[in-house]
């Protein structure tokens, strides 16, 4: 049941738009308020008086109403709705979610909502399978999208073949599962990810390899186990996941703050961020210059609080698991293990970061994970599914 959830549906502009009026109904069955919106295609192939007539819903068009501005900002309607929908999802509309563009109401509302997004792609066979709508497929993805369909049949154009949309049972089902309750519901997890910036002068740092792909996909895994995740990233180079709240810091002080700040109690943390060490104590106010007389500045350096260990060692609020990672290039289990009890956390998981390796800013792992239990070596996996496995142990440790 979808009792009082909020869908705002995106119709985009497609023979299969006739299949979005009943999907309005069959989601009030259900319990649910839906919210359309129309793209100006749309219109075309369904009339906005049919929509908010089943829908019971005022109908927000891709007009640019002022009224609609003074009633409700697209930035509030695209946040006040539990799930956005898009069906159907036209090659067009993929395409534009795919690139960033906002230069429609529907698009615009995309690219601002805070919510997780479903799409019920449907178009030609030929325009399905194309190379460009192939790879934005996979972007979108990689953004976290849901996708449901297409199916495959005899298409309104006479052709067979994939890009039919789903059926509105199987569209409802979709929903359905995107807005259930996962293992980890009511439960609030941090995770960190990314590098720091230790500044060395106003435009000068010292960084690190991580990309912040395997703690982005933690998050991501977590979020759809249905935990409630605070994610504290540095800098990374992939955009942090929808539908996590999400803190931007920079140096291992500001991500030491901003864990600090989390609400208590936090069931789990995960600290997947490649934290600098050291900071330079004496980092400049300005820039750095050359004097010519060949000398190189000399940096001093302190050390920054450890994260993971003072998380660990808590007396008062510390979550009941508390996962770290040990990047190591030597004796890997050997130095993990003993990492672990260094920092009091219960699990470790720990990689080889060796160059050859290209684990470090590459899409793949290799992760040993090391409990009380002892080490357990995991097959080389796309970060994705190490994140996806290790979200489900999680599960089940805050579950036992
Ligand atoms: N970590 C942290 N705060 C720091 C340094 C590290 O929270 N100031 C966390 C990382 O997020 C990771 C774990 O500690 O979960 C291990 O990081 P790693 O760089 O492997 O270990 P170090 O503590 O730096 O130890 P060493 O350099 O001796 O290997």
Redesign the pocket.
């Known amino acids: 049941m979808l009792t009082n959830k909020r869908i705002l549906l995106i119709i985009g502009g497609g023979i299969a738009a006739f299949k979005s009026l009943d999907l309005i109904r069959r989601l009030r069955d259900q319990g649910a308020t839906v919210t359309p919106v129309l793209t100006k295609a749309a219109e075309e192939f369904v009339t906005p008086l049919s929509a908010s007539a089943l829908a019971a819903e005022k109908v927000y068009r891709d007009l640019f109403d002022l009224t609609d501005e003074a009633e409700m900002g697209h930035i509030e309607l695209s946040r006040a709705a539990d799930l956005v929908v898009v069906a159907p999802a036209t090659a067009d509309l993929m395409a534009k979610m795919a690139h960033g563009h906002a230069n429609d109401l529907a698009s615009t509302l995309l690219m601002a909502t805070d919510k997780r997004v479903l799409i019920a792609p449907a178009m030609n066979v030929r325009m399905w399978e194309h190379p460009a709508t192939q790879r934005n497929l996979a972007t979108l993805q990689s953004d976290g999208v849901l996708v449901v369909g297409p199916d495959e049949g005899n298409m309104a154009c006479g052709e067979f073949g994939p890009g039919r949309m789903s059926e509105v049972p199987d569209i409802v089902a979709a929903v359905d599962a995107a807005l259930s309750d996962g293992p980890l519901k009511g439960k609030h997890v941090l995770v960190?990810s990314g590098p720091t910036h230790e500044p060395i002068d106003p435009v000068r740092y010292i960084a690190n390899r991580s990309s912040g792909a395997q703690g982005t996909a933690i998050a991501a895994a977590l979020r759809d186990l249905g935990a409630s995740v605070r994610f504290v990233t540095g800098p990374a180079s992939v955009p942090p996941p929808a539908g996590v709240e999400v803190v931007r810091v920079e140096t291992?002080a500001e991500?030491?703050a901003a864990v600090d700040a989390a609400p208590h109690p936090t069931d789990a943390a995960v600290?997947?961020?490649?934290?600098?060490?050291w900071r330079v104590e004496n980092a400049s106010g300005s820039k750095m210059k050359k004097d010519g007389s060949g000398n190189a500045p000399a940096l001093e350096f302190a050390e920054?609080?450890?994260?993971?260990?003072s998380?660990s060692k808590r007396t008062e609020g510390r979550p009941s698991l508390v996962?770290?990672?040990?990047?190591?290039t030597d004796d890997v289990v050997a130095?993990a293990t003993a990492?672990r009890t260094r920092?009091g956390?219960d699990w470790?998981?720990a990689n080889d970061v060796s160059p050859e390796t290209g684990i470090m800013g590459g899409a793949e792992n290799r992760i040993v994970l090391i409990s009380q239990d002892g080490a357990e070596e995991w097959p080389r996996l796309g970060k994705d599914e190490v994140a996806r496995r290790l979200a489900s142990r999680i599960g089940e440790a805050l579950t036992a």
Do not use: Q, R
């Open positions: 960190t291992a991500m030491a600290f997947a961020a490649a934290v600098a060490d920054n609080v450890d994260i993971l260990a998380v996962v770290g990672f040990a990047a190591e130095n990492k920092k956390c470790i998981v």
